[in-house]
């Protein structure tokens, strides 16, 4: 890369190396994510993330900053982000004092105690401004998360930041990253972000694994997990979302259920207790009714069969 | 390679071990225009793919260090697939297009820098007019892919807009429909307010602001301290308009079209979806300028005009598929329907319950209202009326006013609580 300074590590340089990158902190990715995520590295554009609640798009953040050993920097995004909370903030009680102890020592010089107040020394960096400050280990990433949380008018400023790495603090002036941040936009999809700002990006949408992917994410997050277990644990879960639910589990209710079996010492699924655990994989009321009992033993009965013959 | 295209084709040109060179700007063009002829199939498919896009599309494949026909499928998809809804359209046009296995990897080839060197003079003609014959008989299939959905569409809504055109807004003429719908068009909507936690300036808000109050600080030197204030800035909140187009409510379909698209262009943020026998996201063409041209697109796109209606499963699928989407927000939601039902009721029960939970305010709007002797007697409005906020009538100009009154929430009379009604 550009940079060479000791410990930092370069970019993967093709796409076998990136899948390779994310697998090393157990991110099973498939060959579409790891193609986005490459050309996003390689370009320094920004990665756009859209999929169902617990696919793992927040997670390649984490992965991504502890692989490539770079800072993480997050902007959780909620109804009502603004600058202050999102880019920066001064810091008004050091600014008070300092005013009353120029006053306190007399002879102020307007310009001079003007220019003192706004300087960097009572600047408060919020992530948006963090995430433009150079870093030895390289530009850190810069997760934004669940942008369809925040306003319009937040993803109207964004906009900027992103196509510029540089944003304009009025009182101190342009301050501008040598070097673009990682950055990784996710969004749930509760609204639709505007096309300017998807323009800027490279678009992902981040499905629902398959069951052989899925095997291999259960098998590396939760190594524990008996095998018969996973591999039926992921056989019903994959049924489950071929199922007209109102909202099919993810993968982190996969892992949780997983786990949570693991804790409830099961070695296999039971019919009985898939309907009692039922509330770890589906949140929706009327999901849980429609799946318990009956349709779980039902489904159990397929899973299995479906296995003994492969 | 030689200047003859057909032995050219077979071996290719990226052969292992070739002596490097440096991309040439003649050659990368090659795949560069196959990108962008690529590009225009999209777009004529109907994605948003804007030059600036293009431009992005062949960065990426010089940079992707591309080796397989998956590798390019994907680099494209990178750039140029936006939407979810696309990735179908995307994946037949690519199937289509780069269709011609040899071509493609000869254009990988000539990208890859251990290419072989070629002859520049004798290069472009061939490979241009297998790139033609490729375009030729990549372009027109897409084209063709989409044509019997649009003769379908156009068939459906030829026969159905004259329906319209005969009965629309109850006997009323041409010449009043025009003045209707100027007016629509010049209905400014109340103020209807919502407070966020997004915060602006107020002379008399009710929080501090520090920043201001330092600004106005400095500029009297520090000596005098004026407290600056804000407050919780107020915005609209969203709407969601689910208007059935049954032939119970031909009639009615047109002017209310015609409303929502001058609501649509006043307010920011309106979804609207009509459903008979299905379910249809119009919003997009509903945000045309001219109202002429939206309606026509809207027409285009719906195929179950003046049919039956489901009510029921019409609004499960809104729960399911877009509920999540559209209402986030906070939204307001105008049902607008007769609430002449035939689906189960138990299914219409349990789907206005959840459209009724995921929303600030739902508003019924019911044409059946303007019948002075309007008795709640079928089951399915029975079954709706409990599970709506608001019950309001809406068949003429006048009315549509007081639908605006509605949403702004100011006129709270007997006659729109649904309980009234039981």
Known sequence: ?310 | MSADPSSGESTGGALPGGPAHPPHQARAGRLADNIVYFARVLRDAGLPVGPASVIDAIAAVEVAGIASREDLYWTLHAVLVTKREHHAVYDEAFRIYWRNRQLIEKLLAMLSPIARPQAPTAKPKAGASRVNKALSSGAEPVRQVERPEVEIDARFTVSDREILQKKDFAQMSAAEIGAAKAELSRLILPEHKVRIRRLRPKASGRLFDPRATFRSTLRAGGEIIRLERRDRREIHPPIVALLDISGSMSQYSRIFLHFLHALTEKRRRVTTFLFGTRLTNVTRQLRMRDPDEALDATSALVADWSGGTRIATALTTFNRVWSRRVMGQGPIVLLITDGLERDSEEDLAQAMDRLNRSCRRLIWLNPLLRFDGFEAKARGIRLMLPRVDEFRSVHNLDSIADLCRSISGGERSGRTDPKAWL
């Not at chain 1, 999929?51 to 692989?67: C, D």
């Not at chain 1, 997050?221 to 039926?232: H, I, Q």
């Open chain 1, 1 to 310: 890369m550009t940079s060479t300074e000791t410990g930092r590590r370069p970019l993967p340089r093709s796409i076998d190396e990136t899948v390779a990158l994310l697998e090393e902190a157990g991110y099973i990715a498939d060959r579409s994510l790891a193609t986005v995520l490459h050309l996003s590295l390689r370009m320094k554009r920004p990665l756009f993330l859209e999929g169902e609640a617990g696919v793992g798009k927040t997670e390649i953040a984490k992965v991504l900053s502890k692989t490539l050993r770079r800072r993480l920097v997050r902007l959780q995004c909620y109804e009502g982000l603004d600058i202050s909370s999102a880019v920066y903030e001064w810091n008004y009680p050091a600014q008070m004092i300092e005013i009353r102890m120029a006053e306190a020592s007399g002879g102020i010089d307007r310009a001079e105690l003007a220019a003192g107040i706004f300087s960097e020394r009572f600047l408060i960096k919020r992530p948006v401004l963090q995430a433009l400050e150079p870093d030895l280990a390289g530009p850190p990433v810069f997760l934004v998360d669940e942008l369809d949380r925040a306003d319009e008018a937040f993803e109207a400023f964004l906009l900027e930041v992103l196509a510029e790495a540089q944003l304009t603090i009025p009182e101190l002036g342009t301050i501008r990253a040598a070097e673009p941040p990682i950055v990784i936009i996710t969004t749930n999809r509760t609204r639709e972000i505007h096309d300017a700002l998807k323009r800027r990006c490279l678009y992902h949408w981040v499905d629902y694994p398959d069951a052989e992917r899925e095997r291999r994410i259960v098998h590396s997050r939760l190594p524990g997990v008996a095998v018969r277990l996973s591999a039926e644990v992921v056989a019903f879960v994959q049924a489950l979302r071929t199922m007209d639910l109102f909202k099919a589990p993810g993968v982190a209710e996969t892992l949780d259920w997983a786990t949570a079996l693991t804790e409830l010492d099961q070695m296999a699924l039971d019919p009985t207790v898939v309907s009692d655990t039922l509330g770890v994989l589906l949140k929706y009321q009327d999901d849980i009714q429609r799946i318990q009992g009956s349709e779980a033993r039902r489904i159990v009965e397929d899973v299995r069969q479906q296995l003994a013959s492969a």
